[in-house]
């Protein structure tokens, strides 16, 4: 069962989730399927892909210097393993996958559906359903294989199986069918011309098989939800991506799989509790959810996601969104224009979730709920509770982050929330501080700060394991807000000045633009703003010296940390993403959409490159891998060194060295110089490397075979200018 399961989860990896209309694979699948996830062409995908700034990363020569080991590595890993199953090249390898080389991967359509869960098969009863015999789980995965290569791969790999198989026919085409004689559940293939599909339900690759043959009723792709959702989306582009599934359906496999797993581990007592929990959720008030996404032309990508729900249903979840109030846009002149990220949202009241929280405590244990109660009332009377803080809160919520305005130059957060009544806030924060420095023996104090000014309150962190983070919270009113900082009582104080940043975020052309494009499509519920560049440079900047200070400290690692890209090798290529929520239908549908420069499917090669080292754990030497290169290669390795060692000389002097000797000197908090060794390295010729400063931008280059340095022009070997 582990090697079918193995083989149904390799074809899934192979592909993110990806779609477009001509063939759309929600055609092949029933109308009332749970789950979907699809792609007309993941070839389609991968070039669009190739415009992307993470594409235009991972091309950037320091980034590749710095992949360089860890592809080596995997590479290797991949070819041997390719040799033991009779290959004489691997099918693929891990530098076509992250660095975006080549046609992209050999796969068209391709989609993960779970098109339906029969526990009826299992008997009706929960005893019976504990045993799960014959339970039939309509889990299909469809990829279609655009070489003939490939297809040979997929077939290799299903006879590799040491299971015995049987076979059936439909409609022309052969069903290929592997089970343990001692196992409920098998795998189903069949080969759709140049599709390969794989189910675990007999009955779902049949239907799969009817639709392909263009028969079977209405599909996916016919239901109203599925096409509302594409038309909300403005249809569907080549290479796109779409998700569809249905909470109903989705509320009641949890059920049955809730009381399944109580049975099987003897507490059937728990099911009422468990279904109950799931039951007050209220997933049935949402109809249908999806989100369709593709990528432009300049790489940025494109999503919309829509809930359809029905005003009329019951639960925390349809109680959450149902009061949502518009967002008053006005809050946005009051974010400074250097904001590195912003939100804003539409809050619900806080006393419905305090309200579930009681129910579902008094569902699973008698009494539970009256004890934290009890203990509210420790600190005030639950009536004061729930008036002053969960009633108190609301409206709206809004926060964002601005760079150098906390400790030691890091960002710092500010938060500003709605108060019906903010001294009663007050009062009920300075009650909770005061009784959680009672019990847990620490002091923490809301003190009004004594500075000239705007009235700020500060939480006292001095006398508690925090004050080694140097944090110093505050907040202030400010009419009917609350203006809260985690970092800085200090910024709260420059807010309410009007002493910090400059502009007006709403003021930014591309944002300005975003948000009334949505405001023209609905009410405003949700909006969000991040600078890329200026979120990375913040993160980068305290990376690189913590990862120069650990040295060879670090063990035997899969990348080489002297060799971190410097950081305008990859802030030159980030911009900005927005996104928004807005309600339409008098609240009965919430639509959520996106402009971005990245998505998921851009961060799967790190996921995959670390599940594989994870795999190999400590068998492997990281440290005696190393791909064969050819000289210039090499040239290039070394300069993305000496690249990421000006970095940390910039970044400890403010200034770029007058000569790469500086970089090799002892410095106090570099004692073995700023690239971790007292040597530079020659080039593969025997030569010393040169560098000059372009205006504020270093430029390194090698003299290249002939020995002579024609100032990076001829046979020299150029470490390229960044723009």
């Avoid at 829509?306 to 009051?334: A, I």
């Amino acid at each position: 069962m582990f090697a079918i399961l193995l083989l149904t989860a390799a074809m899934a990896v192979a592909a993110p989730a990806a779609l477009a209309a001509p063939q759309d694979p929600a055609a092949l699948l029933p109308s009332d399927t749970i789950f979907y996830v699809g792609t007309d062409s993941l070839r389609a995908s991968a070039e669009a892909a190739k415009a992307s700034a993470m594409h235009k990363i991972f091309n950037e020569d320091e980034v590749q210097a710095f992949l360089n080991k860890p592809l080596s590595i995997l590479d290797r890993v991949i070819g041997e393993a390719a040799k033991t199953q009779g290959f004489d090249e691997p099918p693929f390898t891990m530098s076509e996958v992250v660095l975006g080389q080549g046609e992209g991967p050999p796969i068209g359509r391709f989609f993960i559906a779970l098109a339906h869960v029969n526990f009826e098969e299992a008997g009706g009863d929960q005893a019976a359903m504990a045993n799960a015999a014959g339970m039939d789980v309509g889990f299909v995965v469809g990829v279609e294989l655009l070489g003939e290569r490939d297809m040979k791969l997929v077939k290799g790999m299903w006879d590799m199986i040491p299971v015995e198989q049987t076979e059936t026919s439909l409609a022309g085409h052969t069903i290929f069918t592997k089970m343990e004689p001692s196992e409920a559940m098998g795998a189903h293939m069949a080969i759709l011309d140049k599709m390969a599909v794989i189910s675990l339900s007999s009955s779902a690759i049949e239907d799969v098989i009817t639709r392909y043959e263009g028969q079977g009723g209405a599909s996916l792709a016919d239901s109203a939800g599925y096409q509302k959702m594409m038309k909300l989306a403005g249809g569907m582009k080549a290479g796109g991506s779409a998700m569809y599934a249905r909470p109903p359906a989705l509320a009641d496999l949890l059920r049955q799989g809730a009381a399944m797993a109580m049975m099987m581990e003897g507490e059937a007592e728990m099911i009422p509790a468990v279904t109950g929990l799931i039951d007050s959720l209220g997933l049935e008030a949402f109809e249908g959810l999806g989100s369709v996404s593709y990528r432009d032309r300049e790489g940025l990508v494109h999503g919309t996601s829509v809930v359809y729900r029905n005003p009329q249903g019951k639960g925390l979840l349809p109680e959450l969104v149902g009061d949502l109030q518009p967002l008053d846009l006005s809050q946005l002149d009051k974010i400074p224009a250097d904001a590195m990220s912003a939100n804003g949202a539409a809050l619900p009241e806080l006393a419905v979730v305090y309200d579930f929280a009681m129910n579902t405590l008094e569902m699973f244990e008698e009494g539970a709920a009256d004890e934290v109660r009890a203990k509210i009332s420790e600190v005030m009377p639950e009536d004061e509770f729930r008036s002053n803080l969960l009633e108190n809160l609301g409206g709206e919520w809004w926060a964002f982050a601005l760079p150098n305005q906390g400790v030691m130059q890091m960002p710092a957060n500010v938060h500003r929330v709605q108060a019906k009544d903010p001294s009663a806030f007050i009062d009920a924060l300075t009650k909770i501080t005061a009784f959680a420095s009672k019990e847990m023996g620490v002091d923490v104090g809301v003190v009004k700060s004594t500075k000239e000014g705007p009235e700020i309150y500060e939480l006292d962190l001095s006398k508690t394991p925090l004050a080694m983070a140097m944090m110093a919270p505050g907040f202030a009113v400010d009419g009917n807000d609350l203006v809260f900082s985690p970092e800085s009582a200090d910024l709260v104080r420059k807010m309410l000045e009007g002493s910090v940043g400059e502009g007006q975020l709403s003021a930014e052309p591309e944002f300005a633009a975003f948000v009334s494009r949505l405001k023209g499509k609905g009410e405003l519920v949700g909006i969000a703003y991040v600078d890329n560049a200026e979120t990375f440079s913040a993160m980068y900047g305290q990376m690189t010296g913590t990862v120069q200070l650990l040295g060879g400290s670090a063990g035997d690692l899969p990348v080489d940390l002297s060799m971190l890209p410097t950081e305008d090798s990859i802030r030159q290529h980030l911009g900005h993403s927005s996104a928004g929520e807005y309600r339409t239908e008098d609240g009965r549908q919430i639509v959520a959409e996106s402009l971005s420069q990245f998505d998921l499917g851009d961060f799967l090669p790190f996921a995959l490159m670390g599940a594989m080292f994870a795999t190999m754990g400590e068998t492997t030497d990281f440290s005696e891998v190393a791909r064969e290169k050819d000289p210039r290669d090499q040239a290039l390795d070394d300069m993305g060194k000496i690249k990421a060692g000006l970095t940390i000389f910039r970044i400890a002097n403010k200034r770029y060295p007058e000569s790469l000797a500086e970089l090799v000197e002892p410095h106090p908090d570099y004692p073995n110089g700023f690239m971790g060794t007292l040597e530079l390295p020659s080039d593969p010729w025997g030569n010393g490397y040169h560098y000059r400063l372009d205006g504020k931008k270093p430029v390194l280059w090698s003299a290249g075979p002939n020995g002579s340095d024609d100032n990076g022009e001829g046979d020299d070997v150029v470490m390229a200018k960044r723009a």
